[in-house]
């Protein structure tokens, strides 16, 4: 980790992952996991609807694991769904599995409820965002 000076005119705090050097690592490596130079999340890079349950989709690969976002789609409107709001709604939250060149959207199991008494999200579509970093 570093603080300070990073090189090139520019300061800020870089955090690298084990096994690589902070300074040494170009900017936008897989092997720095925090840079404050990063100011936006950066471009979408894929997006569309995915179906929960329904397996992975692919997008082309990137050297690291991206940041994703989903939202409920009914067919009508969009839902951003929170633990209060869930909980409240009798929602079981879904979340999204991600690696380098795939997102997968599955939903948390409630073994201590009845299931019947709540929304299951499997079967559900998602809209999703697949942002690359800078």
Aim: proline share 6%; net charge neutral.
């Amino acid at each position: 980790m570093v603080s300070g000076a990073l090189g090139g005119g520019a300061y800020g705090m870089r955090v690298s992952r084990p096994g690589y050097d902070v300074l040494a690592e170009p900017f936008g490596s897989a092997g720095i996991s925090f840079d404050t130079r990063v100011s936006v999340i950066g471009t979408v890079v894929a997006a569309g609807l995915i179906q929960c349950g329904g397996g992975p989709l692919s997008f082309p690969a990137m050297n690291y694991v991206p940041i994703a976002k989903i939202l409920r789609w009914d067919g009508t409107y969009l839902y951003d769904h929170h633990a209060i709001y869930a909980a409240f709604h009798r929602w079981l939250p879904a979340i999204a599995l991600m690696t380098n060149s795939s997102i997968e959207v599955v939903a948390f199991t409630n073994p201590w409820v009845v299931t019947t008494n709540y929304f299951n999200p499997n079967g559900t579509y998602f809209l999703y965002y697949v942002f690359a970093v800078g």
